[in-house]
């Protein structure tokens, strides 16, 4: 057994890779397979009550800076929150820091579109401007002058043009502000150079390796809560299905009632991390075990 | 000589100066300045940047495939990649956007993909195409209408169908489409940058985050071993908020969180116990003593917060994570106050290239 134990310690990793796939593709293709109850981050709460707070008619500026590799974590959070915003009759500003923002941005409104939960109109419900270089001074260019920046939206209309852009002329208009976060500039840079300064409510959703970097932002509350990685993104996709499922009941003017509401796909995704989760545990005793018997050996 | 050195650290001096003193002078013009106009140069400046990286990229690649250096194939992979995405964004459109217009049943009235007119008047998808006023004209998305009072549909004789010539029959076969321009092509789900960016980039950038998965657990496997005091912290909280993280950790119960806690505490007094036996006996008295304080207070009905795998990975993040977090982010600001005294006052000279 010892003997055993110690050969263990040396396996080919090629091995740990096919388990490693095997207990993500599994769950993945048989969800059925292994469910699991989800419990509720308190930061995920904090996020969704301060979304649930918002009015009919209040202005929300979502930020898009995350990018291909980041989007299996992020994107699904993205849509969950359009769906939340889009049910209470918020109105939706998007802004893109990075250069794939705007397709990422692109894709989660079509997403909303194609579900057909939501009568809403680019322009007066929601609207989307492009990319701009410059990182965290686009963010305290916001802050100070909107419009000096945003000429036209994403289609090319001018901004005097568009019902929805009045009376924005900086951060301070926007009740909320919201950021999808996988890197640099990101969600340490809304708060230190537009919402902290301007005293306008901030929260995000980002990659689970950028948690602990912002945590301290939460703790000391100038991050409103944090959906954090695929996770936050699963809770917060049930606390939503189960917000819209009620509000359809509620006669909620906003949501479509003959269309279908779906839970969103970072929930299907989480058998998948939790059984790679406990293999990765599994494999770490494992290592230990035969570190310990390699040890007495020696 | 001079405008490359001297005038350039005039330069970097005296807009260090000015942005600083942006922040301690209360001054409109200067604040003016700092606010508004310098962050509107730096975004200038920023975009010739990323073209001049551009610039840098392919000549720093095309001198590894010329000269042959260490892993030079790869280079012509980037070069490759390089040049297809510009040949796609500027030059090659692809297929026009989806032939979306059609005059389905040559009514001169255009529809919207294959969208018929249901019987309520309205054309398109999502009820956006709407006839307002009865004349036979679809205007485009109804807000439009409310600021253009856009009379967008319009059958000219000439073929071409909207304000602004916009849509164009292209190719004659009756599906208008509209005009692609330089920045549209990108945004435009038929295109063939767009499709470039959906069908390789995306599952790329995926796939190559997605094999972090598979590198760690083979690090962890044989990098987390308990070796000292502070490893053997690290791998208990790395293995709580791994556990704490995910949908199994609430259903680990309360007695393996006890016999973790045990663990560690023994982990810790390993050294100072000699004897073996002792040390294993009260190892398992330890256990059994804990699972019957547990019944004993019924935590199998409702197990308290630190028996809890999520709640400790929760406070893992609040506390400790927190204070390392914030000491590493006082350091690297005062790092950048240091950093940024040494280019105000012109003694750091690395960005210029020395």
Avoid at chain 2, 94 to 101: A, M, Q, S
């Amino acid at each position: 057994m010892k003997e055993l134990l110690v050969k263990l310690g040396s396996i080919d990793r090629r091995i740990i890779f096919l388990l490693i796939g095997l207990s993500v593709l599994i769950p993945l293709i048989k969800p059925n397979w292994v469910q699991l109850p989800l419990k509720i981050d308190n930061n995920t709460k904090v996020v969704f009550d301060s979304i649930s707070s918002l009015k009919d008619g209040d202005k929300v500026l979502l930020s898009f800076e995350y990018g291909a590799s980041t989007k299996p974590e992020v994107h699904p959070m993205a849509v969950a929150l359009l769906k939340h915003l889009f049910s209470k009759g918020v109105k939706v500003y998007i802004v893109s820091l990075w250069p794939e923002g705007p397709i990422m941005a692109t894709l989660a409104m079509e997403e909303i579109i194609d579900s057909n939960l939501f009568s809403i109109i680019e322009g007066k419900d929601y609207v989307m401007f492009d990319y701009k270089v410059g990182g965290s001074i686009v963010i305290k260019n916001i802050a100070d002058d909107f419009r000096g920046i945003y000429k036209q939206d994403y289609n090319g209309i001018s901004i005097d043009e568009l019902d929805i852009m009045k009376g924005v002329y900086s951060v301070e208009d926007f009740d909320f502000v919201f950021d999808f976060s996988a890197g640099v500039p990101g969600n340490a840079e809304w708060v230190q150079y537009a919402c902290d300064p301007k005293n306008v409510s901030l929260s995000s959703g980002c990659t689970s390796i950028m948690v602990t970097d912002a945590i301290p932002y939460v703790e000391s509350g100038q991050l409103k809560g944090i959906l954090a990685g695929m996770p936050g993104a699963a809770e917060y996709e049930k606390m939503v299905y189960d917000f819209l499922n009620e509000e359809v009941e509620n006669q909620n003017k906003f949501i479509n009632k003959n269309e279908v509401i779906s839970k969103g796909k970072a929930f299907a995704r989480m058998s998948a991390q939790s059984v790679a989760h406990l293999l990765m545990v599994f494999f770490i005793i494992l290592g230990n075990l035969s570190y310990y018997f390699e040890r007495k050996k020696g | 000589m001079f405008m490359k050195r001297q005038f350039a650290i005039i330069v970097m001096m005296a807009m260090g100066f000015l942005a600083l003193a942006g922040y301690f002078l209360n001054f409109p013009t200067l604040r003016e300045f700092t606010d508004k106009d310098a962050p509107q140069w730096y975004m200038i400046i920023a975009g010739f940047a990323a073209f001049l990286g551009c610039l840098n990229l392919l000549q720093l690649h095309i001198q590894k495939v010329v000269s042959q250096q260490k892993n030079w194939q790869y280079s012509i992979f980037t070069l490759l990649g390089f040049f297809v995405m510009i040949v796609f964004g500027f030059i090659y459109k692809g297929v026009n956007p989806g032939d979306d217009y059609i005059d389905a049943n040559n009514n001169y009235k255009y529809d919207y993909a294959e969208v018929e007119d249901v019987g309520n008047e309205i054309y398109d998808k999502y009820e956006s195409f709407e006839d307002k006023n009865g004349n036979g004209v679809y205007d485009e998305w109804k807000w439009y209408t409310f600021w253009k009072s856009a009379e967008v549909f319009i059958d000219e004789p000439d073929g071409i169908l909207l304000s602004g010539e916009e849509y164009t029959d292209n190719n004659g076969d009756g599906k208008f489409t509209p005009e692609m321009r330089w920045s549209t092509v990108l945004k435009s789900e038929g295109s063939a940058f767009y499709w470039m960016y959906n069908y390789v980039y995306l599952p790329l950038g995926s796939t190559m985050f997605a094999l972090l998965a598979f590198f760690v657990a083979s690090a962890s496997y044989r990098a987390f071993r308990i070796r000292n005091f502070e490893a053997t912290l690290l791998l208990i909280s790395g293995v709580l908020l791994m556990l704490g993280r995910v949908p199994v950790g609430s259903i680990i119960p309360w007695w393996i969180v006890i016999f973790i806690y045990v663990s560690l505490f023994f982990a810790i007094i390993a050294s100072k116990i000699k004897d073996k036996k002792i040390f294993f006996s009260s190892y398992l008295l330890s256990n059994v003593i804990g699972i019957c304080i547990g019944f004993q207070f019924k935590w199998n009905i409702l197990a308290p917060k630190f028996l809890s795998i999520p709640n400790i990975q929760e406070w893992i993040m609040a506390v400790p994570a927190t204070a390392g977090s914030r000491a590493i982010m006082i350091g690297i600001a005062l790092g950048i106050v240091a950093q940024s005294f040494r280019i105000i006052t012109g003694r750091e000279r690395s960005i210029l290239g020395d």
